[in-house]
């Protein structure tokens, strides 16, 4: 079916067809492996992750961490899930670094402290790279914990927002953009933020490009408007998976 354009100017659309506030297509479900505590799978546009949850449960340490539960992250990219079929290993630099940004972000959101000399695992696993990998994870990992059932604060969901000037043109007019895909990545500046609940409280920000200063409180907020609108989603999907839930239990 071809695209309607009756109502814009084709100028105004980028190559995927969506206006500058759109998000992509974001599909989530929650209990997708009966053997894990807790699963999920989420795609948003055609970036795909698979997360499962072990845990809590009784492990080596690999600190002190007082009475709390440690939180670990294990990521695993498929050599066939970019264009470019480079397999990364476990020492990728890359890899660790979102790792570490998403046990950060869950450990300050988990209760923990319920949890002492304990460890939870998450493991993700991304099948199809197209933008936004980081913030899928962080979304599909939220999925999961709510299904593993351990206690949080609130959703964490995360969004990028980029600008549609390189760092180098300096354009004082460059207009922000939500939710890249893999093209506009390579191409544009870009921030990756994620948010505590239906409000305002960034807990993750994540920039891995050169941009100016001026740009960068416009691109938080539309990010920060892109999480509302994620939040939105995901918990559509949990309200829907606790009323199949309670159905069958009830028939």
């Known amino acids: 079916m071809p695209l309607d354009t009756s109502t814009y100017s084709l100028a105004l659309l980028r190559l995927d067809g969506r206006r500058w506030n759109e998000l992509r297509r974001l599909h989530g479900q929650v209990s997708t492996q009966a053997a894990a505590d807790g699963s999920s799978y989420l795609e948003m546009g055609n970036t795909k992750v698979i997360c499962t949850v072990a845990g809590p449960a009784e492990g080596r340490r690999t600190g002190g961490g007082g009475g709390e539960a440690e939180v670990r992250v294990e990521i695993g990219i498929a050599g066939f899930s970019g264009t470019d079929r480079k397999k990364r290993g476990r020492g990728d630099?890359?890899?660790?670094?979102?790792?570490s940004t998403i046990a950060n972000a869950c450990s300050s959101n988990l209760f923990t402290h319920l949890y002492p000399h304990s460890t939870i695992s998450i493991t993700l696993h991304v099948l199809s790279q197209d933008g936004s990998v980081l913030a899928a994870c962080l979304n599909a990992a939220t999925l999961a914990l709510i299904d593993a059932g351990i206690p949080m604060s609130d959703y964490i969901v995360a969004c990028t927002a980029g600008s549609t000037s390189s760092y180098a043109s300096n354009d004082e007019n460059a207009d922000p953009l939500l939710d890249l895909n893999g093209l506009e990545e390579q191409e544009l500046p870009f921030l990756t933020v994620g948010?505590?609940?239906a409000g305002e409280r960034i807990s993750v920000l994540v920039?891995?490009?050169?941009?100016?200063?001026?740009?960068?409180e416009p691109l938080m907020a539309v990010a920060v408007d892109g999480c509302k609108q994620v939040r939105e989603i995901?918990?559509?999907?949990?309200?829907?998976?606790?009323k199949k839930m309670l159905s069958s239990v009830a028939t």
Request: glycine share 6%.
């Open 195 to 197: 948010t505590l609940g």
């Open 207 to 216: 920039m891995e490009s050169r941009m100016q200063l001026n740009r960068l």
């Open 234 to 242: 995901l918990d559509r999907v949990v309200r829907a998976h606790g």
């Open 93 to 99: 630099k890359r890899i660790s670094e979102m790792q």
